[in-house]
């Protein structure tokens, strides 16, 4: 894996219903997701228009019955996934699922970090660079955003672990500042932001999803049973967005440089 330390490699939904995923997002995002993989679970790859964005779980009964729920998680990918678990549980985060070894695909570990945020740590087996994060790729997560009840904590904590730096911020009132994020792969420009959760709203990782036009894909997603929060806003560059849910509540957002009603 040639991605810089604390990079964005992969992203994963888990799901109950990964057919009944495949029919929402890919009309929504203008995914393939693939039929399940060899190896007995259900797991599918996401086919982006250039390539792989990321992995659709399927939570079989046992997960479920072990508290699983449908989400989005981030990997992180990592020098040395025993070396940067072990830093996580010294300075207060727990492990979920211990680090385990995927033939071919490399060796990984489920953590939280101190706010009880999930996520992945991964050290790919190929040589080839992640694709999965692109900043204006369609298809691909092209920002990625913390809300955490503890936005100071979560700074320190992921600059400290994954080389996340701050790249500026933007006040918004009561809610304190919306702080920048750039990794070792972004050359300083940022990647993703970091806020304190607001009232009503889940801490977590949470990622935007490029498409073409934002108004098509809000309509795309009520069609298919999902949920938008909020009418399209544009935000600072120019773009626009909506904040999102599955059928299932899983949370997501949608990115474009266009919005046909504007």
Not at 170 to 175: A, F, I, K, R
Not at 251 to 256: A, D, N, T
């Given at each position: 894996?040639?991605?810089?330390?604390?990079?964005?490699?992969?992203?994963?939904?888990?799901?109950?219903?990964?057919?009944?995923?495949?029919?929402?997002?890919?009309?929504?995002?203008?995914?393939?997701?693939?039929?399940?993989?060899?190896?007995?679970?259900?797991?599918?790859?996401?086919?982006?228009?250039?390539?792989?964005?990321?992995?659709?779980?399927?939570?079989?009964?046992?997960?479920?019955?072990?508290?699983?729920?449908?989400?989005?998680?981030?990997?992180?990918?990592?020098?040395?996934?025993?070396?940067?678990?072990?830093?996580?549980?010294?300075?207060?985060?727990?492990?979920?699922l211990p680090?385990?070894?995927?033939?071919?695909?490399?060796?990984?570990?489920?953590?939280?970090?101190?706010?009880?945020?999930?996520?992945?740590?991964?050290?790919?087996?190929?040589?080839?660079?992640?694709?999965?994060?692109?900043?204006?790729?369609?298809?691909?997560?092209?920002?990625?955003?913390?809300?955490?009840?503890?936005?100071?904590?979560?700074?320190?904590?992921?600059?400290?672990?994954?080389?996340?730096?701050?790249?500026?911020?933007?006040?918004?009132?009561?809610?304190?500042?919306?702080?920048?994020?750039?990794?070792?792969d972004s050359?300083?420009?940022?990647?993703?932001?970091?806020?304190?959760?607001?009232?009503?709203?889940?801490?977590?990782?949470?990622?935007?999803?490029?498409?073409?036009?934002?108004?098509?894909a809000k309509?795309?997603?009520?069609?298919?049973?999902?949920?938008?929060?909020?009418?399209?806003?544009?935000?600072?560059?120019?773009?626009?967005?909506?904040?999102?849910?599955?059928?299932?509540?899983?949370?997501?957002?949608?990115?474009?440089?266009?919005?046909?009603?504007?």
């Amino acid at each position: 894996m040639t991605n810089a330390h604390g990079s964005f490699i992969w992203y994963e939904l888990m799901t109950a219903d990964p057919k009944a995923a495949k029919t929402f997002y890919d009309d929504v995002i203008g995914w393939d997701i693939g039929e399940p993989m060899p190896g007995g679970k259900d797991y599918r790859g996401i086919n982006a228009p250039d390539g792989m964005a990321g992995g659709v779980m399927g939570l079989d009964a046992d997960m479920l019955a072990h508290g699983a729920k449908p989400v989005w998680l981030p990997y992180f990918g990592v020098g040395d996934v025993d070396a940067t678990v072990a830093g996580i549980v010294a300075d207060g985060g727990q492990v979920h699922l211990p680090a385990f070894d995927v033939p071919e695909v490399g060796r990984i570990a489920m953590v939280t970090d101190p706010q009880g945020v999930p996520f992945y740590v991964m050290r790919g087996a190929s040589d080839q660079a992640s694709t999965a994060y692109q900043r204006r790729g369609l298809g691909h997560v092209s920002w990625n955003e913390l809300m955490t009840p503890d936005d100071q904590a979560a700074i320190a904590f992921y600059g400290k672990h994954f080389g996340l730096s701050t790249a500026g911020s933007m006040p918004m009132g009561e809610m304190g500042d919306y702080t920048f994020l750039a990794n070792g792969d972004s050359k300083g420009e940022a990647v993703g932001a970091v806020m304190r959760t607001p009232p009503g709203r889940p801490s977590g990782w949470g990622f935007y999803f490029r498409v073409p036009e934002i108004q098509a894909a809000k309509a795309k997603v009520e069609a298919g049973g999902g949920t938008v929060r909020e009418d399209p806003m544009q935000v600072p560059g120019g773009e626009w967005v909506i904040n999102c849910t599955d059928p299932e509540g899983v949370s997501f957002g949608l990115v474009s440089p266009e919005n046909a009603a504007a």
